[in-house]
């Protein structure tokens, strides 16, 4: 006995319909990634005293750290490290906030684990 679908469930059409959509979300995520990595991502911590920017790809391009961070950072240096892993850490969030966003309006906030 054959299994019967809904009218318009199943069949030839559908399923090529179906492949279409999927090649066309995976240009866009992939037109998408490629904006992403070429943006600069920039974020501060400590009031100013650390700021990086890094690439969409998550690597660091610039570090600037204040004058008065360096003077403190000669008593307590840890005060110092802990400012510039805080700005990495906000930082690489910031990054994937914006590209969970972006990718979840491509794909209607359905998440591909491994794909972004």
Do not use: C, F
């Given at each position: 006995?054959?299994?019967?679908?809904?009218?318009?469930?199943?069949?030839?059409?559908?399923?090529?319909?179906?492949i279409k959509q999927a090649q066309k979300m995976q240009t866009e995520?992939?037109?998408v990634?490629?904006?992403i990595e070429q943006e600069t991502f920039?974020?501060?911590?400590?009031?100013?005293?650390?700021?990086?920017?890094?690439?969409g790809r998550k690597e660091i391009k610039e570090l600037k750290i204040s004058p008065d961070a360096i003077k403190d950072a000669v008593d307590d240096p840890?005060?110092?490290e802990?400012?510039?892993?805080?700005?990495?850490n906000e930082c690489?969030?910031?990054i994937n906030?914006?590209?969970?966003?972006?990718?979840?309006?491509?794909t209607g906030g359905v998440s591909f684990p491994g794909l972004f």
């Open positions: 006995m054959k299994a019967r679908l809904p009218q318009g469930m199943g069949g030839q059409q559908s399923m090529q319909s179906m995520i992939t037109e990634q490629e904006q920039s974020t501060t911590a400590g009031g100013g005293a650390v700021e990086i920017t890094m690439t840890s005060m110092l802990d400012l510039v892993i805080s700005a990495v690489i969030n910031t906030a914006s590209t969970e966003d972006r990718m979840g309006a491509i």
